[in-house]
Nanobody, 123 residues
Framework: QVQLVESGGGLVQAGGSLRLSCAAS????????MGWFRQAPGKEREFVAA????????YYTDSVKGRFTISRDNAKNTVDLQMNDLKPEDTAVYYC????????????????WGQGTQVTVSS
C-alpha cells in the first residue's frame, strides 16, 4: 500500500498562508485522483479539494474556493495544498488521500489515513 505523509501545518494568524504537502512512499499516486480532507474539533472529516491525474482538473469545497489551490507533481509523487487568506474556521487537521467522486460527493478511496497535519488559524 502507498503510504501518505502530510506536512506543512502550523500556527498562523488570520489572513496568513500555509502550504501543505502530501508525500507518497511505497508506490506511485500518479494514476490516482488525489484529494485533501480536514477534520476540525467536534466535526466530521470533510472534503476540501481534489485534483485529477492527466488533466489536472481541480475541485474545491465552496468555503475554500479562491483561497486554496491544490496541485500535484506526479514525478515527485506529491500533492500540495496552498492555503491563502486563512480564516479561523480553517483550523483543522488536514489529511490527503486517493479519492473518487460518487454522485456529487468526493470520498476517500480507502480508509488508510495518514497522521495528518495540524493547521491552526488564530484571529
Amino acid at each position: 500500500q502507498v503510504q501518505l505523509v502530510e506536512s506543512g501545518g502550523g500556527l498562523v494568524q488570520a489572513g496568513g498562508s500555509l502550504r501543505l504537502s502530501c508525500a507518497a512512499s511505497g508506490g506511485t499516486i500518479r494514476t490516482n485522483t488525489m484529494g485533501w480532507f480536514r477534520q476540525a474539533p467536534g466535526k466530521e472529516r470533510e472534503f476540501v479539494a481534489a485534483i485529477t491525474w492527466i488533466s489536472g482538473s481541480t475541485y474545491y469545497t465552496d468555503s475554500v474556493k479562491g483561497r486554496f489551490t491544490i496541485s500535484r507533481d506526479n514525478a515527485k509523487n506529491t500533492v500540495d495544498l496552498q492555503m491563502n487568506d486563512l480564516k479561523p474556521e480553517d483550523t483543522a487537521v488536514y489529511y490527503c488521500n486517493t479519492v473518487r467522486r460518487v454522485k456529487s460527493e468526493w470520498a476517500s478511496l480507502n480508509d488508510y489515513w495518514g497522521q495528518g497535519t495540524q493547521v491552526t488559524v488564530s484571529s
